[in-house]
């Protein structure tokens, strides 16, 4: 019944890879098993649904909860517990998806829903059964993206809302707490995508810019708009807090390289939302926003160092070619969830739930389809940028492979060690939902591998060949063999053929990683 664990506290955790300010709190309790012979008495660290971690003198205890009776005002009400979640993290999720997401999940399930605010702030949004009984207590705090990973290792919250991947180092606290793998697909899940851009008033001249100029501007080094092609005008900077992880994810791409700081003029705004406004109303104005929340700015066109040109269009967004791409993910630790946690994770995956995150100016993942018409910029970006004779032909025979075909927005993205992340797994449940449907039928399905350029030719087009092979295989298994009809699955690898960014990064060399699905 006692499980004696090392001692490792959350609260040393948190410190020890900064991902907290404050040590978790505990008060005492007693732990009576059933038949009154044993108690303990110790700070109650945590409790999981299943397991209190009881602190004491000898060190922490891991505790059935099945095997005692906790007595003590801190003891948890396991029959709240039952129908109780709480959810925390990015401000974005929280104000402008997450509320609608849990009113349709009520009325998804035939109940009703009653929102209140809490003392601290919160929100609490009490799902209700037909006949007006509590079916679901939901709590949600819109704080960022690191306050979110914080409550869920320190095990205040159940979910955690991040509007970025979490870092090695977040993942590897919560992997020293026994909290799980939280980059991997049982505790990651992917809700909707997102970008950051660099948005400007709709009167601005200027177009396009590039990451590299857009980091000198937020420095200060370009302060006036006639260094950029425009106005001579200075250029007035709005941003969202450090902490935000719209913010964090411009800072990585277009500052990274050394020691950078924002301008000291720049103008801190609470949300996305407030930076697009001011932007909007003010003609000297850009600001660093989200594609969901560019409300009546406009966003402005990126330039790769080797000449790309990236539009924030919702197809690019899906397909992740738009460099500064957003995944939206929720994150949970390991452990026993109350089965409504479950369920609203479940619903959120849903199709009804998808129509939801389109309605909230998100980006969903359900399919879209481009016909080649709309690849032709990328395509004459891949003939003017061809190293020599063999390569063009390769771009010819691609160009003959996908006359009269559609690119689907699927967008299989692949590792160093050529496995799948999750996104393109979940994206190959959702093809095979489609093929089973008969969507695909009588027709041809390409699957087109491309990588990096970090290897020679004929390895490329030899292990690119083997991804989309594997791929075609993986689209085979969850369809079902006898639910593929007639629909003919070709895999044909290009190595480094077209690629999506520039290859003189590890970012730009990981989003050519991939296999592009195309239909004819």
């Known amino acids: 019944m006692f499980l004696r664990k090392p001692k490792i506290t959350l609260a040393g955790l948190v410190t020890i890879l900064s991902l907290a300010q404050n040590p978790l709190s505990a008060e005492q309790v007693t732990l009576l098993s059933l038949d009154g012979t044993v108690s303990m008495t110790g700070d109650l660290l945590e409790f999981d649904g299943t397991t209190y971690l009881l602190g004491m003198m000898v060190g922490d205890i891991s505790i059935e909860a099945a095997q005692v009776v906790c007595e003590g005002v801190a003891c948890p009400n396991l029959i709240a517990d039952l129908e109780s979640f709480s959810i925390a993290g990015s401000s974005t999720m929280a104000r402008d998806l997450l509320p609608t ?23 609490q949004f009490d799902v209700l059964e037909a006949d007006g009984t509590v079916y679901a207590s939901i709590t949600l705090q819109a704080e960022d993206t690191l306050s979110g990973f ?25 992997n020293l707490s026994g909290r799980g793998q939280l980059n991997s697909p049982d505790q990651e899940r992917i809700v909707a995508l997102d970008a950051v851009i660099a948005a400007v008033n709709p009167q601005n001249p200027v177009e ?37 992880g719209t913010n964090q994810l411009f800072f990585e791409a277009a500052m990274a390289a050394g020691e950078h700081s924002y301008a000291n003029s720049a103008t801190v705004l609470a949300s996305e939302s407030a930076v697009s406004d001011a932007v909007a109303t003010d003609i000297n104005g850009i600001g660093i926003t989200s594609y969901a929340q560019q409300r009546n700015a406009k ?40 089965d409504v946690a479950a369920e609203f994770l479940a619903f959120v995956s849903s199709g009804a739930a998808q129509s939801v995150i389109r309605n909230a100016g998100f980006v969903d993942q359900s399919v879209d389809l481009e016909t080649l018409n709309a690849q032709g910029r990328r395509l004459a970006q891949a003939i003017v940028s061809s190293s020599g004779r063999t390569e063009l032909l ?11 075909a559609d690119r689907l927005s699927f967008t299989l993205r692949y590792g160093a060690d050529g496995q799948l992340d999750a996104r393109a797994q979940a994206d190959i449940v959702r093809l095979a939902a489609l093929i089973r449907d008969g969507d695909f039928s009588s027709r041809q399905m390409l699957a087109l591998g491309f990588s990096d350029n970090a290897s020679a030719v ?58 592009e699905i195309w239909i004819k």
């Open 101 to 123: 997401l849990i009113e349709v999940f009520a009325l998804d399930r035939g109940g009703d829903l009653e929102v209140s605010t809490t003392a601290d702030g919160s929100q």
């Open 150 to 174: 914080t409550g869920l290792l320190e095990g205040s919250v159940t979910m955690a809302l991040a509007a970025r991947r979490i870092s090695e180092n977040e993942a590897a606290a919560f």
């Open 208 to 244: 396009i810019l590039s990451l590299n100029q857009l980091g000198a501007i937020f420095e200060g080094e370009i302060s006036n708009w006639n260094q950029l092609g425009g106005p001579d005008a200075p250029i007035a900077l709005y941003l969202t807090p450090d902490t935000s």
């Open 299 to 338: 966003a402005v066109m990126l330039r790769s160092v080797c000449g790309q040109l990236f539009e924030a269009t919702e197809f690019a967004l899906k397909t992740e070619e738009y460099p500064l791409t957003q995944r939206l993910y929720i994150y949970t630790a390991k452990g026993a969830m109350p």
């Open 394 to 404: 390769q771009l010819q025979d691609l160009t003959s492979i996908m006359l009269d």
């Open 458 to 515: 004929n390895a490329q087009l030899s292990a690119t060949q083997t991804i989309a092979q594997n791929v075609r295989d993986a689209i085979v298994v969850a369809t079902g063999r006898a639910n593929l009809g007639n629909l003919r699955i070709s895999p044909i690898g290009y190595g480094r053929l077209m690629p999506q960014a520039c290859n003189d990064t590890a970012s730009g060399q990981s989003r050519n990683n991939r296999v």
